[in-house]
């Protein structure tokens, strides 16, 4: 319902900014966090609907390994469908790290983490400009125009949905993704110093997100991140 709902809200922010920039597709700033060159190469990446209850075949480990080893104790996640992942991890080098949950603190392993999840498809009735449009708006930095416009659709909600909506939109301000160019359709990466790098990508109408953490390093995770992003999308190539 949460998902469905920021959907939602989404949905009636662009239709209006839509209307305003019907004769653009593109958009630029010197802020990578704000708004980037929006790209299609006309594909709609339909060929990765075939790996959507295979996550072992839509990233391999033997894939993952050509970007970086994974250790033989490592331990794996696998599972099918939009919630579905192929996640290796195993323990490192690192110390680690305090977790506090419910005033409570706890010690957490700060473990290496490589893999692929949540594959989903926009409809095949979306445009593939208006996909790229949707999918920014999850991720960029909104200018005051677009929040203001956020809060007037929600003003015009049903309770349940603009109370989802607002807390939906809290938790969006707290993060920050920086725009990845040349991948994709289009692809933005945030770090977490206790959880690693995470990359979305969109190609098409497909998306997904890969998942790492090697080092403590950003951008090195960054760079392998994208290598195994571009595994993905060159099985439609």
Known sequence: MRKMTFLAVLFFVLFSCNNEKKGSSETKSDNKSEKVS????????????DY?????????????TSVHPINDKAKVELRS?????????WNSNRPSFTMEVSNMKMDVPDQNTIGIKNLSFYSDKTDLKSA?????????QLSDKELEQIQKNL????DEVKKTGEDLMKVRSKMNWDAVEGL??????KWSDQW???LVVLAGRANFTILIKISDDPDENRELAKKLAEKVIAKCK
């Open 38 to 49: 929006n790209k299609s190469d006309g594909k709609s990446y339909d060929c990765l609907k």
């Open 184 to 189: 994709g359709s289009s692809a933005w990466y």
């Open 52 to 64: 959507k209850d295979d996550y072992e075949a839509l990233l391999t480990k033997d894939e993952m």
């Open 81 to 89: 469908g939009s919630y579905g992942e192929h996640i290796y991890r």
């Open 155 to 158: 003003e015009k909600a049903e």
């Open 196 to 198: 690693g790098g995470e």
């Open 132 to 140: 790229i449009g949707t999918f920014d708006m999850g991720y960029k």
